[in-house]
C-alpha cells in the first residue's frame, strides 16, 4: 500500500540515524501504540534498514509467505507469531517537499495474525502487551507497541496498493481518492457511473477482523466467511461527508436485500488474503440531491461535489466510510 503522506514523512525522518529496522509509522494511524486487528493487513513505513536496500517485491497469488525479499516481521504477545509479509515497496520522500534531505523509507505490507489476543473489556481477563517489528535477514528491530483490537474497520481506496486488480487510477487536482465500491458488473461506482436507489453495491476493506469461521493466517479461502462482529451501518445523502460512527449493530437476522438502503453482508472475499467485502443496497435518494461532478475534470483543490452519498460501517472499536456517487432522482 502507497501511502505517502507528509505526515508519515515527517516521523521518518525523525529516525534518518536509525541502525536497525524501526517502524516509524503506519498506513492509517500516526499514533503509538498502533491499532491492530487480527488479520488486519497493514502497512508499515520502516526505516534503518541495511544496505542494500530490498527492491520492490509483491508475494505471488495464494498464501503469503513469511518472509520477502529479506523482510520478516514479528508479532510479539507472549510467545512470537510470524506475521506473514504481502509486499516490500521502497520509496523516497524527494515526492515531496520537505524541509529535510531526501530519503528513502521502506513500505512492508503484513497480515496481523488471527492468533493474537485482543482487548475484552467484559471478559475479565488480563491483557497481554504486544509488540509489532521488521526484521531484516533474521536479524529483528527495535520493537514497537500495539493495542490489538477486534477490529480496525478501514474502506480501501484507489490510493492503496493492497489487492492488485481491484485498484482504479488516483483523483487528480488534489482531490481524495476513490473508494473501491463496485457495482454488480464490477465496474467502480463513479460520477460518471453512478449508483442507483436500490442497486446492491460490493465495497472493500480491511481490518474487519476474525470470522465466524475462524480464518487461518496467511492462508486464502475459496469462500466468503461473515465476519464475526456485527457491524451497524450509516447511510448520509450529505455532498462530500465524512465517516460517522454508526449508532450500532443492526438485528442478528439479515435483511432481504430492497429500497430502503441496508447491510447485507460483511466478510472475507473468496481468493484472497486479508480482504474482506461490504455488501449493501442504496436507500432512496432525498429530493434535491446535487448530482456528483466529474472531479477527474475539475480544477486543482476545486471545491465541487466529489460524492453525494458516505456509507459508513463501524462498531464499539472502530469505523470508517465510503463517499460515493448516486444518480439523483432514482
Known sequence: MRILSGLILAFG???AQSPQPVIVNANYSATFPLPVAPGQLITLIVEGLASPLPGPARAPSGSLPTSLAGISAVFRQGTDLSAPVLEVLPFSTCSIPLPSPCETLVAVTVQIPFEIQTVCPLCGRPQIPAYLAIAQNGTTGALVDVTPL?????????CDT?????????LTGGLPCTPLVMHGDSKPVSAANPAHSGEELVAYAVGLGQTIEPQTTGQALNISAPTSTLYG???????????????GPGPNEIPPPGPDGVLLFTGTTPGFVGLYQINFTVPPAPAGLPPCVDATTAGP??????SNLTVSIGSAFSFDGAGICVQPGT
Open 301 to 306: 483543490y476545486a471545491n465541487v461535489v466529489q
Open 13 to 15: 525522518t525523525a529516525f
Open 233 to 247: 451501518v450509516d447511510f448520509s445523502y450529505r455532498p462530500n461527508a465524512l465517516a460517522t460512527k454508526p449508532p
Open 162 to 170: 493492497l489487492v492488485s486488480g481491484i485498484t482504479a487510477p488516483p
Open 150 to 158: 477486534s477490529n480496525q474497520v478501514h474502506f480501501l481506496t484507489s
